[in-house]
């Protein structure tokens, strides 16, 4: 079970730099690791697989990311936005608003699974270095000002 070990090792090692390691890279360096003669070829099947990760705790998980995590003093931060739009709208006297958001589509497709140890609270990964190719959606809408409707 030596073997077995430096596998979960080079599991651990990969993950330790952020690199993503998927159950199929588990498998071919298994296999790699693992060399015996060919009458008892090692295949590292999905059974194999499946009790490795589970001797080692090991568990498949979307990658997160420190944007994902909501910043602790959102609530101020948003209160504050909300007061100092309604006293520029008091002090202005907006007949119009305009409202936009806008977002991105990104086009890397190197979203996936990752193999991690169990029970980590984050799963980061590095790029791919494509993670810049995207497109910008906006989205927008007006709404003119009446006494009947107020945004804040």
């Known amino acids: 079970m030596e073997s077995d070990e430096q596998l979960a090792n080079w599991v651990r090692e990969r993950r330790k730099e952020k690199v993503r390691v998927t159950r199929r890279m588990i498998q071919q360096q298994a296999i790699k690791m693992f060399p015996l003669d060919d009458e008892m070829k090692f295949k590292a099947s999905i059974g194999w697989l499946s009790k490795f990760m589970e001797r080692h705790k090991f568990s498949v998980r979307v990658p997160t990311t420190v944007c ?30 305009y409202a936009a958001d806008e977002t991105s589509v990104w086009l890397d497709a190197s979203a996936g699974k990752c193999v991690t140890n169990r029970g980590e609270k984050q799963v980061a990964v590095l790029t791919t270095g494509h993670d810049k190719l995207r497109v910008t959606v906006m989205l927008t809408e007006e709404r003119m000002v009446t006494s009947a409707y107020r945004l804040c």
């Open 68 to 97: 994902q995590k909501v910043p602790a003093d959102y609530a101020n931060v948003l209160v504050n936005f909300v007061l100092y739009i309604s006293q520029l709208r008091d002090k202005n006297k907006y007949s119009h608003i």
